[in-house]
């Protein structure tokens, strides 16, 4: 049995990833630029992006299994220091793995940015202590007390 399959699928795998990231690089650009409506076709891109990674991920697993390595990184890393060429494309896989877990992490910081900041505008809107909306569906303020509204 040659190492060439498993050649093909960490390179497969490598290419599949940075694709990813580059898909996360896109979802930085829309929660750093606020053109939000990109997000859920980016998300819809990133899903399918996943499922042809856990794939990928499969059938890295199976070359590996062919070759007589445990389907998994302990046999990627055994595989790895065996061949020079597979130390090589296995060494370039983590290091395009890590980068699209650096970007995904920024991301989700970004995510949370965003959310805190919608959570803290809401509370100004429906003002301290009660849930009250301070504005009403039509823009206008909404009576605070038993009185009258002398904006409307």
Known sequence: MTTDALLNALTAETAAIGTFSTLLGEEQQALVNGTLDALPDLTERKTRAVAELSALGRERDAQLSAL????????ATAAAAADAKVDTAWKALLAAAAEAKRANDTNGLLINTRLTYTQQALNV????????PLYGPDGRTTPRS???SVTA
Request: no cysteine.
């Open 146 to 148: 038993s009185g009258g």
């Open 125 to 132: 809107l429906y003002g301290p202590g009660n849930n009250t």
């Open 68 to 75: 007589g390595y445990s389907p998994d990184e302990a046999g």
